[in-house]
C-alpha cells in the first residue's frame, strides 16, 4: 500500500461516509490487510487464488445500513468505491488489473471467475461429482 494509494482509501471514507448517512448508511469500514508478498510461497495447486504468483493484500469494503430501500444504492456505492481505489492503485503501477477478488469479500453477485479465475470450471467438476444432489445449492454463498 502506497501513501497515494492510502489517501485514496482514506478519502473514499470520507466521501462515501457523508453520503450515505443521508440514505440509512450506519457503519462504514475499510479494512487494509497488508499480508507478507510471501504469502503464497509454499503450497501448490489449490481453488484459490487460481495463481499463486501474485501475492494478496485484501481490501474489505463494509457498509451496513438499515433500510433495504437503500440495497441498491449502497451496494452501487461500494462497488464505485472498489473501482476508484483499484484505478489508483493502477495509476501507481500495481499489477492488480487481472487479480481476483477474495472471495470473503466479494460482492454477492461477483462472477466466479472474478474470485476463482480459470479455476471455475474445474471446480464446477468437482462439485458435480461430490453433490450431484445438489445439497450445497441449498445454502448461501457463490454457487458453482
Known amino acids: 500500500y502506497t501513501p497515494a ?14 453520503g450515505l ?31 499463486r504468483t501474485q501475492g494478496l493484500l485484501p481490501l474489505n469494503i463494509y457498509y451496513g445500513w438499515g433500510l433495504s430501500l437503500s440495497d441498491d444504492a449502497m451496494q452501487q456505492a461500494a462497488r464505485l468505491s472498489a473501482a476508484q481505489i ?4 493502477l495509476s501507481e503501477g500495481q499489477d492488480i488489473s487481472d487479480a481476483v477478488v477474495y472471495p470473503n469479500y466479494a460482492i454477492y453477485d461477483t462472477p466466479l471467475e472474478g474470485l476463482y479465475g480459470a479455476n471455475v470450471e474445474r471446480l464446477q467438476a ?15 454463498g457463490f454457487k458453482f
Open 5 to 18: 494509494l492510502l489517501d485514496a482509501i482514506y478519502n473514499e471514507t470520507v466521501f462515501w461516509g457523508a
Open 126 to 140: 468437482l462439485k458435480a461429482s461430490v453433490d450431484p444432489d445438489n445439497v450445497m445449492g441449498l445454502a448461501g
Open 86 to 89: 483499484k484505478a489508483v492503485a
Open 21 to 51: 448517512s443521508l440514505i440509512s448508511g450506519l457503519f462504514i469500514s475499510y479494512d487494509v490487510e497488508p499480508f507478507f508478498t510471501s504469502l503464497f510461497s509454499h503450497g501448490d495447486d489449490s481453488a484459490y487464488p487460481p495463481s
